[in-house]
């Protein structure tokens, strides 16, 4: 480790996996209520198991991303940190606020709870996402523009490269579309309209910048291949990124009384959407082709890769299967949505910030690379937690397929409950495949305190 600023990182990673178990422990409950519908019932309703799987996932993501930009920025920007201290402030107090709105959830009805925060001053909760009280909403703000001071002026007053200002500009429209969560109009299409200015534009616009400059930092420096090579396709990726993603925005206006232009819109940029990341599966695997150096950390570059797999099968492919305006008319809201979610929300942003996990952690605790042993059991978790949402993807897939069949299409169309007990094996699947995730996840974590024999050091490689 270069600078000594860096190992702020490590405290945002191991919040970051803490709460990703938890996100997955009520995404397990969650699955069980499918088929068990009185499960935990009334201490976890499913709408509350619900709302802290999503917001979990959130808040972790948040975490991981926080983390890779306090380790990637002082070694892009060569320089320590600009204020240390202050991103442990800010870790503390989104740690707490994060932590004491999750208990909220769990002990309050939400309807007191929104009470509790007086969220009548200004309303901001009720919304899929953004169930989280002014408070919590104020709070993050605060959190957020603390961590782009810090990065931004570590990143102004040191060298600056293209992986960096890409990431900073992928933060810093985070930071902005997250504003849009405290506009609650009265009109509901308004409502609609403006919630998927955070939710789209994160995850299919900025986050996506984010992304790509983690991947292209780990690559740089587990492969040694040129900057300027890297730079070039990064530039590609994103540029294509935000063409198809912000118009792409469209798709989710489709049906919420918004103009009929916004369906050529929405499916024409929509269907543009898989080719940044297929464009990124070509970049990765081109540069580990291409590589100068072995580096001993094997875990990270078959994280890498992945990454850019799962996230070209999950955001581009499965995007791409229910987002043209013909089809999304009898798909929209279904278990396709579901299908096309998870797998795009695991492949695109949870393996990266266990990419950048896996190749920062190690060496913040003093060693290239972890020992035989952890990397070998890493790796068996990247399978596990990999092919086992490759299936889940599947079953909600072929219960989406039925669900659009028996309830939307057909000459007789059945009942919403009554179509979802037929599809129930589907359910059951999805449960034991969810399972097998949470196994993977465990082994993940056991993997950081396995015990072995120590790898060797970087090899350059001659031509």
Do not use: C
Request: glycine content about 8%.
């Amino acid at each position: 480790m270069k600078y000594k600023s860096q190992n702020v990182a490590k405290l945002y990673f191991i919040a970051a996996i803490g709460l990703f178990i938890g996100q997955i422990l009520f995404g397990v409950t969650m699955g069980l209520q499918y088929v068990w519908g009185d499960f935990l019932f009334p201490a976890i309703p499913f709408n509350v198991a619900r709302m802290v799987h999503t917001n979990l996932l959130i808040v972790w993501l948040l975490f991981g991303f926080m983390g890779s930009a306090y380790y990637l920025v002082p070694e892009e920007s060569e320089r320590e940190l600009y204020a240390p201290w202050l991103a442990k402030l800010m870790f503390w107090i989104f740690l707490i606020a994060g932590a004491a709105t999750i208990v909220g959830y769990l002990l309050f009805t939400y309807s007191d709870l929104a009470k509790l925060t007086m969220n009548d001053l200004l309303p901001t909760m009720g919304r899929e996402f953004l169930e989280q009280p002014t408070i919590t909403k104020i709070g993050i703000v605060v959190v957020v523009l603390a961590f782009l001071f810090n990065i931004g002026m570590t990143i102004l007053t040191g060298r600056k490269t293209v992986v960096s200002l890409v990431l900073l500009t992928g933060l810093v429209g985070l930071a902005v579309f997250f504003l849009f969560s405290f506009y609650n109009p009265d009109n509901l299409f308004l409502d609609k309209y403006f919630w998927w200015w955070v939710v789209h534009l994160w995850v299919e616009g900025v986050w996506e910048l984010i992304m790509a400059s983690i991947l292209a930092f780990v690559l740089i420096k587990i492969t040694g291949v040129d900057r300027e090579m890297i730079e070039k396709w990064l530039y590609i990726i994103i540029a294509m990124a935000l063409i198809s993603g912000l118009v792409g925005t469209g798709h989710h206006f489709f049906w919420i009384g918004s103009p009929d232009y916004w369906q050529w819109l929405g499916s024409i940029f929509s269907a543009l959407e898989p080719i940044p990341f297929f464009m990124m599966t070509l970049f990765a695997f081109n540069v580990v082709n291409k590589r100068r150096r072995e580096h001993p950390n094997k875990a990270a570059t078959l994280w890498a890769l992945g990454t850019a797999v799962m996230a070209f099968l999950g955001a581009g492919v499965w995007g791409f299967l229910h987002t043209l305006a013909p089809v999304n008319y009898y798909t929209h809201g279904t278990q396709i949505t579901a299908a096309h979610g998870h797998m795009a929300f695991y492949g695109a942003y949870v393996m990266v910030v266990l990419t950048m996990i896996s190749y920062a952690m190690p060496i913040m605790r003093g060693r290239t690379a972890n020992n035989e042993i952890a990397q070998t059991l890493e790796m068996w978790s990247f399978w596990l937690m990999t092919v086992s949402m490759v299936f889940i993807t599947l079953f909600l897939t072929g219960a989406g397929i039925l669900q659009v069949y028996l309830q939307r299409y057909s000459e007789s169309p059945l009942p919403f409950l009554v179509v979802q007990d037929k599809i129930a094996l589907f359910y059951w699947l999805r449960e034991i495949a969810g399972l097998v995730f949470l196994s993977g996840l465990l082994v993940y974590v056991y993997s950081f305190f396995a015990k072995g024999k120590e790898v060797g050091e970087i090899k350059e490689i001659t031509t």
